[in-house]
């Protein structure tokens, strides 16, 4: 019973080491647009909303979107278009403060009084700021100037003229600001409404000086969940794994209780040995039947089992034997 234990422990020990290595294995990078959450360890994939030029020749389907996403500005005075961890899928010329090649990796802008600006350069690496799941575009459109939120001085009417150069002073420049550039931030909140779109975009609001936009989306792939990518294994595979757990304890424990106990050797220190040798005389009875059956109802061949039989021989041998008693018999009575 010692030895059986021991080889219990073994078997446990050597398949516990080997799911063990398996899932300690260096783990993949993540892909672009996924994170896991600092917090919960969930994982987080928003390639699920990013929306991708269709390749050519392909058709698309109705859940395929062949438009970027789209905000009410409401009283911000524009509509903004962005994409997630994408560039967006409209061609964009003449964007202020972007040459052709940037303009190709813009994931955000907005038009204003015929002009495009972009807010946000694609980026595909969302990042936790606590519990909040967000994604940051930089280097924009540059920041028109501050004109609208300069300070304006009350001037009374016994003050008279001032100064010309105090007046260039307190004068904001015109144009932009080439030192700042505008961006966005994006911040997804969970929605698992099946009757919702994949992701629902608003715009929050803007900062004073117009250089940094702020966007809610609500999406269930903000929802979190595990990554089937790096899962080493799946249900079917634990399953598995706790079979082969079982059939090896049951083997090993058996075959050391047969050899230590019942002192058996050969096929007889497997477990249960009688239970198999009959399953094993049952399959092969049901085999022989089987292909018994099956050589009746091939044609037959013409060979010796054609051949006439002749029961002479047999007829004969009675008559003798008949006749030798009948004749002990006449002697008898005599």
Not at 266 to 276: C, D, E, F, T, V
Request: neutral net charge; charged residues 25%.
């Amino acid at each position: 019973m010692y030895f059986a234990n021991i080889s219990i422990l073994l078997s446990l020990l050597c398949i516990s080491t080997a799911i063990y290595a398996a899932d300690s294995k260096k783990p993949t990078p993540l892909e672009p647009c996924t994170v896991y959450s600092p917090t919960s360890g969930s994982f987080f994939n928003l390639n699920s909303v990013a929306v991708r030029p269709l390749k050519d020749g392909k058709k698309a389907h109705k859940s395929d979107r062949i438009e970027s996403w789209h905000a009410k500005g409401y009283d911000y005075g524009a509509n903004f278009t962005l994409n997630f961890c994408e560039p967006v899928i409209e061609d964009l010329e003449d964007v202020i403060g972007i040459n052709k090649e940037q303009a190709k990796n813009v994931s955000a802008y907005y038009t204003m009084g015929g002009k495009t600006y972009s807010i946000g350069q694609r980026s595909s690496e969302p990042v936790f700021r606590g519990r909040k799941l967000v994604l940051n575009y930089t280097m924009g459109s540059p920041c028109e100037s501050t004109s609208s939120t300069y300070p304006r001085k009350l001037i009374d009417d016994d003050d008279g003229e001032k100064d010309s150069d105090d007046k260039d002073q307190k004068k904001p420049k015109s144009g932009s600001d080439s030192g700042r550039r505008k961006s966005t931030m994006i911040s997804f909140l969970c929605d698992r409404d099946p009757t919702a779109p994949k992701a629902s975009v608003s715009f929050v609001g803007q900062s004073p000086d117009e250089c940094a936009y702020f966007f809610e989306v609500r999406s269930e792939a903000a929802c979190g969940g595990a990554n089937e990518a790096q899962q080493s294994i799946g249900p079917a595979g634990v399953f598995g794994v706790i079979v082969l757990v079982a059939a090896v304890v049951y083997l090993l424990g058996g075959i050391a209780y047969q050899r230590t106990v019942v002192h058996q050797r050969g096929w007889r220190q497997l477990p249960n040995y009688s239970i198999w040798a009959g399953i094993g005389n049952f399959v092969k009875d049901i085999f022989i039947i089987l292909t018994s059956s099956c050589a009746r109802l091939l044609p037959s061949r013409k060979g010796y089992n054609q051949l006439p039989t002749h029961n002479g021989g047999r007829d004969r041998s009675r008559e003798d034997e008949n006749r030798l008693i009948d004749q002990l018999d006449e002697d008898w009575d005599d």
